[in-house]
C-alpha cells in the first residue's frame, strides 16, 4: 500500500510540475500593460521594502529564479528579468517577497536557512549509504547492512522532510507578499493579478506535492525498519 501511495505522489508530482510548466508559458506570452521588466518590478519592491544592498541579478536557465541570502541577491531567469510579462511580475515580486522576509527576519525562513548546510550533508550520507548497501551486499550480510544503514536514512529523510515541511509557509508567505505589493503598488491590473494569482498557487503546490512525497519516504523506510525482521 505504501508503494501504491509513493506511485501515487510521483504520478501527482509531475501532473502539478506540468500544470505549472503550461501556467507558465501561457501567462508568459500576456503582456503587462503597465510595460515594466521583470528586472524593474524586482528594484522597485526592493525599494519600496526599505532594501537596498540586494542587488537583482539574471542567470542562465528556465524556472531557475529564487532568492539566495547567502550573498543577498535576486537571480531572475532571462525570461523574468528582461521580460514584461504577467508571469515576469509574479516571479519576480515573489523572489523579492523572499529579501523582504530575510530584512524582516520571517521566522519560518532563518528556520529554513539555518537547515541547509544540515539538509546538503544529508544528501551526501544517504547517496553514501545507499551506495554501500547497493555493492556492500556482495560481501557482507544484507541484514545487517540494513540494521545499521536504515537508521541512518531514517534520520537523512527526517532532515529532508523537516526542511519541505519548513519551505511551506516560507514560499507561500512569498507569494502572499508579492501579490499584495503588485496589487497595491498597481502594477497588475485586477485581470492580470488573477493571472499571477493562478501562477503563483500553481508553483506552490509541487512544494506542497514535494513535501508529501518526502513524509511518505520517511514512513515507508521506518515501516521498513520496523518490519526488517
Not at 528594484?43 to 539566495?68: A, K, W
Not at 541577491?73 to 523582504?100: D, M, Q, W
Not at 548546510?117 to 556482495?138: E, K, T, Y
Request: with cysteine.
Amino acid at each position: 500500500m505504501f508503494l501504491v501511495l509513493i506511485i501515487g505522489i510521483a504520478l501527482v508530482s509531475w501532473l502539478v510540475q506540468n500544470s505549472l510548466k503550461r501556467k507558465f508559458k501561457k501567462y508568459s506570452k500576456i503582456g503587462l500593460q503597465i510595460g515594466l521588466s521583470g528586472r524593474e518590478i524586482a528594484e522597485l519592491m526592493l525599494r519600496d521594502n526599505g532594501i537596498h544592498d540586494v542587488r537583482v541579478v539574471s542567470v542562465q536557465g528556465r524556472l531557475t529564479d529564487h532568492y539566495n541570502p547567502a550573498d543577498k541577491t535576486v537571480n531572475l531567469s532571462p525570461e523574468v528579468y528582461e521580460g514584461r510579462s504577467v508571469i515576469a511580475a509574479a516571479v519576480a515580486a515573489h523572489e523579492c517577497g523572499h529579501a523582504v522576509q530575510h530584512a524582516r527576519a520571517y521566522g519560518p525562513l532563518e528556520m529554513r536557512s539555518s537547515l541547509v548546510p544540515i539538509q546538503n550533508a544529508s544528501g551526501r550520507i544517504i547517496n553514501i549509504i545507499f551506495m554501500v548497501m547497493l555493492f556492500g551486499s556482495f560481501m557482507i550480510d544484507s541484514m545487517n547492512l540494513y540494521t545499521v544503514g536504515l537508521p541512518i536514512i531514517i534520520g537523512c529523510y527526517f532532515i529532508f522532510t523537516l526542511f519541505a515541511f519548513i519551505t511551506l509557509p516560507v514560499e507561500y508567505d512569498a507569494s502572499k507578499r508579492a501579490l499584495a505589493w503588485i496589487n497595491d503598488r498597481n502594477i497588475v491590473t485586477t485581470e492580470e493579478h488573477g493571472m499571477a494569482e493562478d501562477a503563483l498557487n500553481a508553483a506552490a503546490k509541487t512544494y506542497l506535492v514535494a513535501a508529501l512525497g518526502s513524509l511518505a519516504m520517511l514512513l515507508y523506510y521506518v515501516l521498513m525498519f520496523v518490519n526488517r525482521d
